[in-house]
């Protein structure tokens, strides 16, 4: 079983839709959550940190259930510029040995 | 403020040849990260730094791949000899260690080895 796991998508949604990603983890031990956007063709910037209450920045949603170890990104009112790769990334004790999802891919159509 | 600095953005290399991959990390920051992407496996761990000491390796795929990190400000990834099954984007990504703290990517070397 994979550290991290995705559902590779592709999803394709049109503007204005909500849609929501979800992002498991096996080890329990699991301190640091974050979820990042890669583009084509270049290098994976940060989105947002996840806090163990849940989070939300404009548009953007994160929360993180431990008992059952997934951390979810939900995205409301989607933009044509939301299209990318979404990375969700679990880190151990002291954020050394960060470990990535292999991404899902959204794509916004008009 | 500079970000995090790789070189080169390209590489060509035949079969066999050496390739060193270079990094400067953001000034501050203690950890530095060496990962690489393809599209079969996606972004992989290969090694990371903290405070200029190797931590992990178990990421490196073979012995054919080392890297150093002489000082605070500089770090090496090389692969010798290379395969064309190295061909893959290479990230460097450096952040502080401690809870929370994201990682701040280069813009990474796109390796192909013929």
């Known amino acids: 079983r994979k550290e991290v796991e995705q559902d590779p998508g592709p999803f394709n949604v049109p503007e204005g839709a909500t849609v929501a990603f979800n992002c498991t983890y096996s080890?329990?031990?699991?301190?640091?959550f974050f979820w990042y956007r890669q583009d084509c063709r270049k290098e994976p910037k940060l989105l947002m940190s996840v806090y163990s209450s849940g989070n939300e920045d404009g548009r953007f949603t994160a929360q993180l259930n431990r008992a059952s170890q997934y951390i979810s990104l939900l995205i409301r009112d989607s933009k044509l510029s939301d299209s990318a790769t979404y990375l969700c990334?679990?880190?151990?004790?002291?954020?050394?040995?960060?470990?990535f999802g292999a991404g899902t891919r959204l794509t916004v159509k008009p | 403020d500079a970000g995090v600095i790789q070189s080169p953005r390209h590489e060509v290399t035949e079969m066999g040849q050496e390739v060193t991959l270079r990094c400067k990390p953001i000034s501050g920051h203690n950890s530095l990260f060496w990962y690489r992407q393809t599209m079969m496996r996606g972004l992989e761990l290969l090694i990371y730094f903290n405070n200029n000491v190797p931590i992990d390796d178990s990421g490196m795929p073979e012995d054919r791949f080392s890297a150093k990190m002489p000082n605070a400000s500089f770090s090496t990834l090389k692969i010798q000899p290379s395969e064309p099954r190295d061909s893959a984007v290479y990230f460097c990504a450096s952040s502080m260690t401690g809870d929370a703290s994201p990682l701040h990517f280069g813009n990474g070397t796109r390796l192909t080895v013929t």
């Open positions: 080890n329990s031990a699991s301190q640091s």
């Open positions: 990334v679990v880190t151990s004790y002291n954020n050394n040995d960060m470990r």
